[in-house]
T-cell receptor, first 116, second 114 residues
Framework: GESVGLHLPTLSVQEGDNSIINCAYS??????FIWYKQESGKGPQFIID?????DKRQGQRVTVLLNKTVKHLSLQIAATQPGDSAVYFC???????????????FGQGTILTVHP | EPEVTQTPSHQVTQMGQEVILRCVPI?????FYWYRQILGQKVEFLVS????????KSEIFDDQFSVERPDGSNFTLKIRSTKLEDSAMYFC????????????FGPGTRLTVL
């Protein structure tokens, strides 16, 4: 069945360091992946996404890497700032055969704490 | 990024009562979604809504739940007879017509069932 999980539940870094948040997924048919940031009391905020036909995608200070061989997804945040402190969720969607209308399956989340 | 608002921000209700949660997207859109997040847990899919009908739903979305878009703008989630375990954050999400598969989430409604 579909499941998305995270290796590390918490990550603590110093301001200015690079952060790497990891995610493992079990459904090899997953074809679309998203990273969300969730601050306390708020809804998930879109960070970056990637399709299964790509290995890497870059945004502003963020990079998502996809390794389909080992079914692993990571989010890299460059020059982490205190404002990056939040819970980060990976989510996946499997639309193979057109049977999914965008249902996202979320991982448990990683708490990122950035110390000034 | 499209704006999604939800009302109310916090709803307190007695067990067995009906609640209606509202989502107001501010843009053209194609798909609507409801998710919930029990405190400290991951976000869980409830239902997707396309072309004025349910397109997919999870096991959580039983007969006590319903969705509709009554006026072509607001998208509502109704829980007919709330249970204690319905206490959670409920998030609406939208996907833009003609856009990518990205889903944008609203700020959520915190439902507390007493």
């Amino acid at each position: 069945g579909e499941s998305v999980g995270l290796h590390l539940p918490t990550l603590s870094v110093q301001e200015g360091d690079n952060s790497i948040i990891n995610c493992a997924y079990s459904n090899s048919a997953s074809d679309y992946f998203i990273w969300y940031k969730q601050e306390s009391g708020k809804g998930p905020q879109f960070i970056i996404d990637i399709r299964s036909n790509m290995d890497k995608r870059q945004g502003q200070r963020v990079t998502v890497l996809l390794n389909k061989t080992v079914k692993h997804l990571s989010l890299q945040i460059a020059a982490t700032q205190p404002g990056d402190s939040a819970v980060y969720f990976c989510a996946e969607n499997n639309n193979a055969g057109g049977t999914s209308y965008g249902k996202l399956t979320f991982g448990q989340g990683t708490i990122l704490t950035v110390h000034p | 990024e499209p704006e999604v608002t939800q009302t109310p921000s916090h709803q307190v209700t007695q067990m067995g009562q009906e609640v209606i949660l509202r989502c107001v997207p501010i843009s053209n859109h194609l798909y609507f979604y409801w998710y919930r997040q029990i405190l400290g847990q991951k976000v869980e899919f409830l239902v997707s809504f396309y072309n004025n009908e349910i397109s997919e739903k999870s096991e959580i979305f039983d007969d006590q739940f319903s969705v509709e878009r009554p006026d072509g703008s607001n998208f509502t989630l109704k829980i007919r007879s709330t249970k204690l375990e319905d206490s959670a954050m409920y998030f609406c999400a939208i996907r833009i017509a003609g856009g990518t598969d990205t889903q944008y989430f609203g700020p959520g409604t915190r439902l507390t069932v007493l």
